[in-house]
């Protein structure tokens, strides 16, 4: 039998490798052009000329380009950093409060045998399952009714809804498939339920819990359609969705906008490298090692 | 003292969960149906009963019946691609090479990026001007001048293709978690048997990825039915209303109009149609057991 030799798997996985980053590889390439060769026939695909002229732009510096032209900052570059301090202004605590809500929740739903359990997953697996845009309906009514549309608020509350109900899946599944020996013991030599959780359980899961909290973050700073459409523009606008008025600045070249993306995915890139392992062990998908 | 049980402790820990998330999604769902039976207009302080009315207009709303067409092909087509994707790319990186970690941190990368990240990364691929496709196409001299794929008949195929890789790495490392049990001497036995590459698929790996993948496929179709992200930033809904979803729908109908009595009908009708596929997933749940026995 024809065995695939090893040269046609390695092909394979360069093709994967290429499939997998090509997209970010080509708004990179982008991001380091010049104007210039962006808009020529052919675009850029290799490096050949590489400038960092994109990224000072777009953070108001000015710039020179080869034939001695002088390149102006980008029209709205105090906005996007605005944006930048915006998504840290909101990322923060709604980070703070999944993390504070989620982990004593995760652990219940991981661990006890509490009656109705099921009909309380059902009711978080039926939340994740809502549209974004179903929810943007009533929150837009309930925010022009009470004022908070265009706050911090606003914003952070309206997040939660993203970030909540995920974040308690994972570590319901974490909980569920951590060891219970250490608590056991714990219990035996005398812990109460409550101390078991706070001095056995938090320490074991702490690696977890981090991650999850980064994750959060994450959530909170890739989120669009809300920050779009409940932060009345301007003033509290986070950055991803800024990004959109950004790109239709006239100002804004094709190869500013890539730099500008490449700004706002560098965080979601290093945040994959880093918690690789951890994110391929957790359960985001499989709700089976709790329910059933 | 009081006598920390089980249940009171429970209670305690859960009640913020219960308040945030009830509070946060249950409720303004239910406001929102308390929303589509009325004419809203927040401006004009108008909030009057209308009954069932919008959702007789949507019914009768040919706009509404595209959108729910295109839904379908966005839905059914991302989903091919998700399980297609998801389980080459596992069979793949189930082998041993040199640079697994590297192959693997490379894999997951789509999956971390925003759904606005991912939909202008389609941009950058496919537009008229300045597109990845059309740049390789175009040095390879297979195209003479550029096309404008995001203008062609297939844009919401591409559109599915882009959410495709955004989704396909969680159930790839799903699927791959599923292989890595399969016992080495059960595929050495298949082998020496004489068995070819689709009949050990069907009759060693299946079995046991069966689970992952029908949750893969699952999750794939709620997942690419919510999106509204992916079709705003990407297409616009374009060209015309040829890439137009429910979700684009309602935002747009939101947007336009602040109609927020028909954008809450219109969601509710989306609604309707995710109960129905989030029930057939508690059903498939339940059916998991069997699958794990055998």
């Known amino acids: ?41 052919p675009s850029p695909i290799f490096p050949t000329d590489p400038t960092i002229a994109n990224y000072l732009r777009i953070f108001g510096y000015s710039a020179v380009d080869p034939m001695g032209n002088p390149l102006r900052p980008a029209g709205q570059w105090r906005e ?56 943007l309906v009533p929150f837009y009514a309930f925010y022009v009714m009470t004022g908070l549309r265009g706050t911090y608020i606003g914003l952070i509350l309206v997040h939660l809804t993203i ?13 569920a498939t951590l060891p219970t020996d250490l608590e056991k013991a714990a219990r035996v030599d005398g812990c109460g339920r409550l101390s078991t959780f706070t001095k056995v359980a938090i320490p074991l899961a702490m690696p977890a819990i981090a991650s999850t909290a980064i994750l959060t973050f994450l959530y909170s700073w890739n989120e ?35 730099a500008a993306m490449m700004t706002n995915i560098t965080p979601a890139l290093l945040v994959a490298a880093v918690l690789q392992r951890y994110i391929t062990s957790i359960k985001i998908i499989d709700p089976g090692t709790v329910v059933v | 003292m009081v006598k920390w049980t089980d249940t009171k402790i429970a209670i305690i820990l859960l009640t913020p969960l219960f308040i945030l998330n009830f509070g946060l999604s249950i409720y ?27 959702y007789l207009k949507l019914f009768s709303d040919r706009s509404y019946g595209e959108a729910t067409m295109v839904t379908i092909r966005f839905v059914v087509d991302s989903t091919i691609m998700v399980l297609l994707l998801s389980i080459s790319i596992a069979l793949l990186l189930n082998r041993a090479f040199v640079g697994q970690s590297i192959m693997r941190v ?3 990368m789509p999956w971390a990026l925003s759904e606005f990240a991912t939909a202008t990364a389609g941009r950058y691929l496919f ?16 195209i003479e001048k550029y096309i404008d794929f995001l203008g062609s008949p297939f844009v919401v195929e591409l559109l ?38 689709f009949t050990r698929f069907r009759v060693v790996t299946l079995p046991f990825i069966r689970y992952a993948v029908l949750m893969t496929g699952i999750i794939a179709t709620i997942e690419s039915a919510r999106t509204a992200d992916m079709i705003i930033v990407m297409t616009g809904g374009g060209p015309g209303t040829s890439s137009q979803t429910i979700t684009f729908y309602i935002y747009k109908v939101f947007f336009r109009g602040l109609d927020l009595g028909y954008g809450a009908a219109g969601s509710w009708l989306l609604m309707a149609g995710l109960i129905i596929a989030i029930t057939s997933y508690f059903i498939v749940l339940s059916m998991r057991r069997r699958v794990m026995q055998y």
């Open chain 2, 160 to 197: 599915a293709f882009m959410y495709a890789w955004h989704l396909a790495p969680l159930g790839i490392f799903f699927i791959l978690a599923g292989l890595q049990t399969i016992p080495e001497d059960l595929n050495k036995q298949a082998k020496i048997d004489g068995a070819s590459f």
């Open chain 2, 28 to 54: 303004p769902m239910i406001y929102s149906l308390y929303l589509s039976f009325h004419d809203v207009n927040l401006f004009l302080n108008k909030f009057d009963y209308i009954g069932g009315l919008q």
């Open chain 2, 106 to 108: 490379i894999v997951i």
């Open chain 1, 80 to 135: 996007l950093i605005r944006g930048m301090i915006n998504s840290a202004i909101i990322g923060v605590p709604v980070t703070i409060i999944t993390t504070a809500v989620v982990v004593p929740a995760g652990y219940v739903l991981g661990r006890y045998r509490v009656k109705a359990k099921n009909a309380l997953i059902a009711i978080l697996f039926g939340s994740r399952t809502i549209p974004p845009v179903s929810l």
């Open chain 1, 224 to 258: 669009f359609l809300y920050g779009m459409l409940l932060s009345g523009g301007g003033e509290v606008q986070p950055f991803t969705p800024f990004l959109t008025t950004f790109f239709q600045n006239i100002t804004v070249e094709t190869s500013m906008a890539a």
């Open chain 1, 1 to 41: 039998m024809a065995r695939p030799s090893k040269y046609l798997v390695y092909i394979a996985l360069i093709l994967v490798a290429f499939y997998s980053i090509g997209p970010i590889y080509y708004i990179f390439i982008v991001s380091i052009s010049w104007p210039k060769d962006v808009i020529r026939i």
């Open chain 2, 127 to 142: 537009n008229g001007s300045y597109g990845f496709v059309d740049a390789i196409l175009y040095r390879l001299g297979l």
């Open chain 1, 163 to 175: 970030t909540i109900p995920l974040m308690t899946w994972i570590l319901m599944g974490y909980f």
